[in-house]
Structure formats: C-alpha cells, structure tokens
C-alpha cells in the first residue's frame, strides 16, 4: 500500500464544507446554463412546428439537425470545417507571434516605440474589415489572401497590448537588475516575459475571436469552401437551415479554441503557484 496520504485528508472540516459548497455552485451554473439553452431550443422548436415563427426566416433545430446529418453522411462538412479551422489556426498563430516579436522589439528600442506610436494608433483605430478586399487583390484571392486578412485583424491589438504591459513593469525591479549586472536580454527573458504572461494569454483569447472574423470576412470575398462560404452561399440562395447550421458550427468552433487556451491559463497558473 502506498504511504502517500491524500491533500483532501489534511483540509479542515471548514476547508472542505468550502469545497463542497463551492463544487455544488459551480455543478449549479454549469446545469443552469444546460437548462436555458435547452429551454431555448425547445421553444424555438416548438414555435416553428406551431407555425409561430415564419420558418423561411427562422429555419428550425430539427431541420438544421437533418441538415448536418445530411453533410455528415457526405463528408463534405469536415472540407468545410477543415478549411476553416487550418486558416484560422494559422493565421492567429502567425499573427500571436509576429505580434509578440514586434512588441519586443518596441520594448528593446524606445526610439522605434515613439516613431511607430502614431501608426499603431492609426492601425488600430481602423476598421480591418474594410481593408480585406484591398488585402485580398495584393496578397491574392485564395488561402493566402484569408490568412493574411486573419493575421491583419489580429496583430495590431497584440502589439498594443503586449506592449503595453511591458511597458507596465515595475520600474524598480528593472533597475535593480540592472544594479546587479543583468543584460536586457536577461531582464526580457527573467522579468518582463513571466510578468507578462497574463496579459499574453489575455489576447491570445482575443485573438481567437479576431483571427475568426478574419478568416470569415476573406472567405465572404473571395474562398469556394469553408464555413463563411456556406454562410454566404446560404444566404444567397434563401436557404436559412444552411446559414443556421453554419452559425452553429463556427459558435461551437470558438468556444472549443477559447476553452483549450483557458485550460493553458488554469494549468500554467497553478505551475506558477
């Protein structure tokens, strides 16, 4: 038998009615949560079937459900998504790294910060969207032109933000490595990197939703496959189930990248601990 006694044993009795109590709220929220989209996917139902909502407008959860069996049974739903899912990923990789880079290079040299302060602020100021057509004729229609509308979307908030927090360092510290001979390559890579990780993760997860809406816009313009193509050619064509269903994916799509990068936060935050 092994000697190692559980943690749970050592808590008081306090500690673990806290636990309990807090376990049960958490399982409370989660099945709220459950219910309430639940209840709205039976009233949508239900509304559709009584002939309370124009079905031509609203589709309905039966009908986009046998809509998804059907590109199921035909595999052209893993195309689409598949698609989707690479430019995205490629696109909010590239554009979380060049980003980070950037905003390095910024922090390392104060002069190039000021000179490029006021182009950033331009950037950033500017809708994105709108610049996507122009993107796509220089970068080219195809993959290419959708990454690099991703990449655009999301590089300039992970400049501003991942400078700032650099810039948000304790001064002090700073200098007191200095004092005690610490390069500034050794002051990134000991100080200002680890200190900055919360803020990096925090726009990882904008980058998540920035690098979709990318990828959704040059796919509007421009793609012959993916999920914002089937949302445009099922808009196109009045046919509602397939936007619906399409909606439906990308939401579950987003939620998934979200919960994988706050699974990264929760683990790296009890390392850190």
């Given at each position: 038998m092994s000697n190692k006694s559980s943690p749970l044993?050592?808590?008081?009795?306090?500690?673990?009615?806290?636990?309990?109590?807090?376990?049960?709220?958490?399982?409370?929220?989660?099945?709220?949560?459950?219910?309430?989209?639940?209840?709205?996917?039976?009233?949508?139902?239900?509304?559709?079937?009584?002939?309370?909502?124009?079905?031509?407008?609203?589709?309905?959860?039966?009908?986009?459900?046998?809509?998804?069996?059907?590109?199921?049974?035909?595999?052209?739903?893993?195309?689409?998504?598949?698609?989707?899912?690479?430019?995205t990923v490629v696109g909010f990789v590239v554009g979380t790294i060049l980003g980070l880079i950037i905003a390095i290079i910024l922090w390392w040299s104060d002069f190039l910060a000021k000179v490029l302060d006021p182009y950033l602020v331009i950037l950033n100021s500017l809708p994105k969207t709108a610049l996507a057509p122009i993107i796509i004729i220089w970068v080219g229609a195809g993959y290419s032109g959708i990454i690099v509308t991703a990449i655009t979307l999301s590089i300039v908030i992970t400049i501003m933000n991942i400078y700032t927090s650099f810039k948000e360092i304790n001064e002090e510290s700073i200098k007191m490595l200095e004092t005690f001979g610490a390069t500034k390559f050794q002051i990134l890579r000991k100080l200002v990197l680890p200190a900055s990780v919360p803020s990096i993760i925090s726009t990882i997860k904008v980058n998540i939703g920035l690098s979709w809406v990318g990828v959704i816009v040059g796919e509007f313009l421009v793609s012959r496959a993916g999920i914002g193509y089937l949302?445009?050619?099922?808009?196109?064509?009045?046919?509602?189930?397939?936007?619906?269903?399409?909606?439906?994916?990308l939401a579950v799509l987003t939620a998934l990248m979200y919960k994988c990068i706050s699974i990264v936060e929760n683990k790296f935050m009890k390392w850190r601990q």
């Open positions: 044993k050592n808590i008081s009795k306090d500690q673990e009615k806290f636990l309990k109590k807090y376990k049960a709220r958490k399982r409370n929220i989660f099945i709220t949560q459950l219910l309430i989209l639940l209840a709205f996917i039976l009233i949508w139902e239900a509304s559709a079937r009584l002939n309370l909502i124009d079905t031509f407008l609203t589709s309905s959860p039966s009908a986009i459900y046998k809509l998804f069996i059907d590109f199921l049974k035909d595999g052209s739903i893993f195309k689409h998504v598949g698609i989707s899912v690479m430019e949302i445009v050619y099922g808009g196109q064509v009045f046919k509602l189930d397939l936007v619906m269903m399409s909606v439906i994916i």
